[in-house]
């Protein structure tokens, strides 16, 4: 019997790495020394600070900027000569020898890609998530690069959403857990340690609620949701220490994020006392005046000084726009020194002073270690969603497998967007797997009847049906490739695109076991697929080292563990789709009529009215935190150890988890809990804490998780964050639609 004790809740997210540098400000040396600098700088330098320019090698008209002390910050450059030139100027040629602070977005890896991060989520392993972040910071800060552009934190539950495959999936807590481990892995122990990257979570916020999965779109956001669901993540990593913070694109509730001074005074700088750097994103700034927010790009200049934004990511109208108003006393230049003094700090607290230059020597890259850890976060990333008897793992009476379908041998495709470093020449296709490890023991018949994921011509149909004929087994991998997912690449129909589906049904016409892996940016819809092939197993796109993990998933070297961090739907149409829904005052309840069961000329209210699609009924495919294994937990023996839970009061929660299967395997338990009844209404279930568990055939253990009050609050639409008095039930699980049940009570 093991014992594994809580490893996730709110409460617990508080205690994480609280770094802190307010108190004492005129005190801390760092201070004094931002305060000097500060006293020495004119207004051009100041706004020269606040300025980010994209890189573009050493030109001239870069250079002559650096020289004049007219850059803070350059992103894209991450040739480590060139930004050691374009360092040793601003050193040595600018007037006060202000370092430059290197940024790249390093979303899922640098040179050596893992997983997207919404497959990272999958693996519900803030360990490996940090581990692979720390790959990350040494790669990129060992070609110059100290800032980056991640964690995005955005909560999404809208697969339609291109950007949805860059965030932790659509729950706060996991979400917060996984931002809190990135923002660690990249910062590392000390931001001045010369392998440390100063993260920056994004996009602040509510950018995932954008209208109808559409990029950059309009978001309605209430108070309580915004609180409840949106802001949480930001919370947790600012509190763990994240250094920078970028605003979103999009307006919430009529006020673009760049010029949101609610967002960035009231709650940012005043409630949670943030006082790292705010970066605008790629001319969103000047986006305010498409908004209708801002008259002209001066106008917008103000507004997001005003609001809070420190630096001006490639739009160049603070140091355009912002000397004439601080002139004529309409602009505080106090308020450019504090945004100023932002930057410094960062600046200092990386050791950009000391340390500006990066050592070019060093190897960094592509490391076994670094490959390793990759190949681990790709097979916890994996959720295997269908096995009927037993196909998967394939066993030795397999003798020959056809490999199908556009993604085996994708070696760009299955590294995912946001991939600017990485090579594919470095990637390790499920293919190329197969036959190393394979090809010399088993028969592979490969004919991926499709080129791309897109491809519609069907000319290569029959040699693919032709290969699964001479097979014992079918092995397709489908999917996306990395362009149809990221940044303004939502997707309105999110089912396998081209010829995919018509080459699927083909294949499995042959009457072949068929495993279906697909690699994508999102929960693609396969509702119609499904009962054609007998396994399914997804992978969001996988990186590197896809090749190598899902093969051994395959194959059974390794057992699948990874679980939804999204709910998956049936139908495109079901979204936006999501396990911590309110109730409605109509909840479907019982059988539903499908559409072809409904009799003609029904009556009108004959069907029961309530909140359900007709052809898509009530459910998702499958439910958030849901993942097959090869082996089987049980769960047994839920205890409470209170009935009633005061404000200062925890309640132990505990279960025990058996492996009841033939393989050792890990099992992602999870504890959901729902309020009855609220000043405002709550979610159906809301996950409060996760624990993730290794466990041999026969082996059982106590899973503990420890609630607080704090873990029970929620927030109103009147900015109050309340623990009320009620009743509430509790789950432990392995998925958010099914657990162990209890209940208890809130008392004052
Ligand atoms: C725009 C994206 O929204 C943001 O996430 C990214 O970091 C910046 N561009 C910089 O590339």
């Known amino acids: 019997m093991k014992n594994s004790v809580l490893l996730w809740s709110f409460g617990m997210l508080c205690l994480l790495l609280c770094v802190s540098c307010e108190s004492g400000k005129e005190k801390d040396p760092v201070e004094e020394r931002v305060s000097r600098l500060l006293s020495q700088m004119t207004l051009e330098e100041k706004l020269g600070q606040m300025e980010q320019i994209t890189g573009g ?24 000569e060139v930004i050691n030139r374009l360092q040793k100027t601003a050193v040595e040629e600018s007037r006060l020898g202000i370092p430059i602070l290197f940024g790249r977005d390093v979303i899922h890896g640098f040179k050596t890609i893992f997983p997207v991060p919404l497959g990272q989520a999958a693996s519900w392993n ?38 949805i495959v860059e ?11 996984l931002g809190c481990a990135m923002v660690k892995g990249l910062q590392g122990e000390r931001l001045n340690d010369p392998s440390s990257v100063a993260a920056c979570v994004k996009h602040f916020a509510g950018y995932g609620a954008a209208e109808g999965g559409r990029d950059y779109n309009t ?7 915004l609180r409840n669901v949106y802001l949480p993540p930001f919370k947790a990593a600012i509190d763990a220490g994240a250094a920078t913070l970028m605003v979103s694109f999009n307006e919430i509730n009529g006020i673009p994020n760049s010029g949101n001074r609610y967002l960035l005074q009231d709650i940012l700088r005043k409630e949670w006392q943030f006082n790292g750097v705010i970066v605008s994103d790629w001319n969103s700034i000047g986006e305010m005046v498409s908004h209708g927010y801002a008259e002209s790009l ?5 507004k997001a000084l005003l609001a809070g934004v420190d ?37 200092i607290q990386l050791g950009l002073f000391e340390n500006p230059y990066t050592p070019t020597e060093q190897p960094v890259f592509y490391t076994k270690e670094s490959l390793d850890k990759a190949k681990k976060v790709a097979v916890e990333s994996a959720v295997l969603l269908k096995n009927e008897n037993n196909l998967l793992p394939l066993n030795n009476t397999i003798k020959s497998i056809a490999v199908i379908g556009p993604m085996a041998d994708a070696p760009h495709d299955q590294l995912g967007t946001w991939v600017f470093d990485g090579e594919k020449a470095h990637t390790v296709t499920p293919l190329a797997t197969l036959r190393e490890e394979y090809g010399s023991t088993l028969k592979i018949n490969y004919a991926p009847g499709l080129n791309f994921s897109r491809d519609k011509d069907k000319k290569q149909f029959a040699q693919a049906i032709a290969a699964a004929k001479a097979s014992d087994v079918v092995l397709f ?46 929960t693609t819809e396969i509702y119609e697929q499904l009962p054609l092939v007998n396994a399914y197993l997804f992978s969001f796109h996988p990186g590197t080292m896809g090749g190598p993990a899902l093969v051994d998933l395959i194959f059974g070297k390794a057992v699948p563990s990874g679980k939804l961090p999204v709910t998956y ?42 909140s359900h699609y007709l052809d898509a009924g009530k459910d998702p495919l499958f439910p958030f935190g849901y993942g097959l294994s090869y082996t089987t937990f049980q769960y047994d023996d839920l205890k409470l150890s209170a009935q009633e839970i005061g404000k200062n009061e925890q309640l132990l929660a505990s279960c025990t988890v058996t492996n009841t299967g033939t393989v050792e395997g890990a099992e992602i338990v999870q504890l959901y809990i729902r309020d009855w009844a609220g000043s405002v209404t709550r979610p159906v279930k809301e996950l409060k804490a996760f624990d993730k568990i290794s466990l041999k055939p026969g082996e059982s253990a106590t899973v503990s998780f420890i609630l607080t009050a704090d873990d029970l609050k929620f927030w109103n639409n009147k900015n109050q964050q309340l623990l009320e008095t009620g009743d509430f039930t509790l789950w432990i699980g392995p998925n958010s639609a099914e657990g162990l049940e209890g209940r208890f009570r809130t008392k004052n």
Do not use: C
Not at 126 to 139: F, I
Not at 219 to 225: C, F, K, P, R
Not at 298 to 302: K, S, V
């Open 57 to 80: 090698g050493y030109a001239d008209y870069i250079v002559n900027q650096i020289k004049g002390g007219g850059i803070g910050s350059i992103l894209n450059e991450v040739n480590p």
């Open 126 to 163: 803030p360990q490996l998530v940090e581990a692979g972040a720390r790959v990350s910071a040494v790669e990129a800060s060992s070609a110059g690069i100290r800032w980056t552009f991640a964690p995005m934190l955005d909560i999404g539950r809208d697969q339609r959403w291109g950007r």
């Open 167 to 177: 965030g932790f999936g659509e729950d706060p807590l996991l979400t917060s857990a």
């Open 219 to 225: 978001a309605v956001i209430s108070e309580e949701q």
């Open 298 to 302: 001066a106008d917008a200049a103000e």
């Open 311 to 347: 630096m001006d990511m490639e739009n160049h109208v603070y140091r355009q726009h912002l000397t004439s108003p601080v002139k004529s006393g309409k602009v505080k230049e106090a308020v450019i020194d504090e945004a100023v003094r932002r930057i410094l700090r960062l600046k």
């Open 477 to 522: 991998f489908a999917g996306e490739e990395a362009i149809l997912s990221g940044e303004a690449h939502s997707r309105a129909d999110i089912s396998l695109p081209g010829a995919q589906k018509e080459l699927l049904t083909e294949v499995a016409q042959t009457g072949k076991p068929v495993v279906l892996i697909v690699i994508a940016g999102r």
């Open 569 to 610: 739907p049936k139908m495109v149409g079901q979204s936006p789709i999501y396990y911590n829904h309110k109730n409605t005052g109509r909840p479907p309840a019982g059988k539903i009529e499908t559409i072809d069961e409904i009799p003609l000329e029904a009556g009108q209210v004959s069907l029961g009215n309530t």
